[in-house]
């Protein structure tokens, strides 16, 4: 048995409680106070006792005196102890108890715990959540998207926000599959949480792709953001959000950086995500593009276990993520352990070190479109003067005057030539990049020459995806039928 009461009070209320049940020990929570002075003349709640074995109110102990700045009613909060069970209700005249911050635990009355304070909210980004949107949050079942749904589902009231759940079964894992839907459905009916729900058939898709491309992860990656795109499209939710953390996106970067990136690579996770009707990214600019979010990126993979903990809160665990299969499970199962040796904060240092690398990709991000706009030349060059322009979607054309190229640095050049390509549609590498530049006679001195790569006037060269670049005496043009 248990109960909670003015800390002002403490030892009569003790004796108060081992009177009134007939119980020798007695189980004791403290309110924290929240405001300089707890003892507020205004606000008068009755503390009523739970019982541990039925969790139902016992007896009424002592009247406790709370600060008014407690929104709620009631607190449904667990204890990560073996002797408490679930704190169930306070009833107050005016507001309520939002938090018990300190817990004396009955195998050691003398230690106190504040790891429901630290636990109890987690880090959203609330700038992700306007006022008045709709909030699908997709959910697999695992312990993050259990977390953010809960967290959402709990702050919906004070956010001004309509909270929906959105899964996708993938065809894949078979029967732990069914019962992560399963979980699902019991967890949003029990909260009264309307689900979201497709079906996909990853391994029919993966049997029809040619070889070579897309993998299982990569596909089933494709068919979530089909499925965020029909539910936004569909006008079924203004916003998905998705429960990517702050372990998830060190994860990224870390893989980014084995694998070689550009800077935009190195800002890993961004928090928005604009997608066109068909799940593809879209240009932020487009009018029709539907908003994927991740509003989670702030909070390591302990908090959300402590998170779920403190509200005695199950989740599923896929059994996929337990094997080394993946490049991403071996990072997180080998490196991320070792690195934190070294930086134990390792998780926000590379999600710091991701959002640096995104504020200055949109800085140079910027700057590049207005060298494109200023240096690009549409269209193909024709005898006698002038250019011509191929109306048809079949074909895209654009080129560049080498001398004006010359001009800029060798960080602007590159930019330039991947701003081009990946407006037709081809992301290039650095490899690429490199073989323009050489073929355009622009290559760093210090770069090892290509035998591959003609250098002088009047020369082509083929790239992947259609892409194709021409030198002629004064211009590099790349052009592209897909």
């Known amino acids: 048995m248990r109960v909670v009461f003015d800390p002002a009070k403490a030892s009569s209320c003790g004796r108060m409680w081992k009177r009134a049940v007939g119980f020798e020990e007695a189980q004791l929570l403290f309110l924290s106070p929240t405001v300089a002075n707890p003892l507020s003349p205004n606000i008068r709640c009755r503390c009523i006792a739970i019982s541990a074995a039925s969790s139902t109110p016992a007896t009424l102990i002592s009247g406790i005196r709370i600060p008014h700045q407690t929104p709620r009613n009631r607190v449904p909060h667990s204890f990560a102890f073996k002797t408490f069970e679930v704190l169930r209700t ?20 003398t230690r106190y715990h504040h790891s429901m304070a630290k636990s109890s909210t987690l880090p959203l980004n609330r700038t992700l959540l306007p006022t008045g949107s709709r909030i699908a949050v997709a959910v697999s079942g695992g312990a993050d998207s259990t977390a953010l749904l809960l967290a959402l589902h709990e702050q919906a009231a004070a956010f001004g926000i309509a909270v929906a759940a959105a899964h996708l079964h993938h065809g894949l894992r078979g029967a732990e599959a069914d019962a992560d839907r399963d979980f699902l459905r019991t967890l949003c009916r029990s909260k009264d949480i309307p689900l979201l729900e497709s079906q996909a058939s990853i ?78 990214p879209a240009a932020s600019s487009a009018i029709s593009a539907a908003r994927v979010i991740r509003p989670l990126l702030a909070a390591t993979r302990e908090q959300v276990v402590a998170f779920l903990q403190a509200r005695n809160q199950p989740w599923r665990e896929d059994s996929t993520n337990a094997t080394d299969a993946h490049t991403r499970n071996r990072v997180r199962h080998h490196l991320m352990p070792l690195l934190r040796d070294l930086n134990p904060n390792l998780a926000q240092t590379l999600s710091q070190t991701a959002e640096l690398a995104r504020e200055e990709e949109a800085r140079w991000s910027a700057e ?22 191929s109306t048809g979607p079949e074909e895209q054309t654009v080129a560049f005057d080498i001398a004006r190229l010359r001009t800029l640095d060798l960080p602007s050049r590159r930019r330039l030539l991947r701003l081009a390509a990946g407006r037709m549609g081809v992301p290039l590498t650095s490899a690429e990049t490199l073989r323009l530049l050489q073929l355009s006679g622009l290559a760093p001195t210090n770069a090892p020459p290509d035998p591959t790569v003609p250098t002088k006037p009047n020369s082509r060269l083929q790239l992947r995806n259609g892409l194709h670049a021409e030198r002629s005496v004064r211009e590099l043009r790349l052009s592209r039928n897909p």
């Open 90 to 109: 306070f009833n107050a005249r005016k507001g309520g108890v939002q938090r018990a911050a300190l817990i004396r635990s009955k195998s050691d009355p």
């Open 203 to 280: 391994p029919a898709q993966q049997a029809e792709a040619p070889t070579g491309s897309n993998g299982t992860e990569e596909l089933a990656r494709h068919a979530r953001l089909r499925f965020f795109a029909t539910v936004l499209h569909n006008k079924q939710a203004d916003l998905v959000a998705t429960a990517h953390t702050a372990d998830d996106q060190a994860e990224t970067v870390l893989m980014k950086l084995i694998r070689g990136a550009w800077l935009e690579g190195l800002a890993g996770i961004a928090p928005v995500l604009e997608l066109s009707a068909d799940g593809s």
């Open 368 to 389: 590049t479109a207005r060298l494109y706009t200023e240096l690009a030349i549409p269209g193909r060059p024709v005898r006698g003067g002038g250019r011509t322009v």
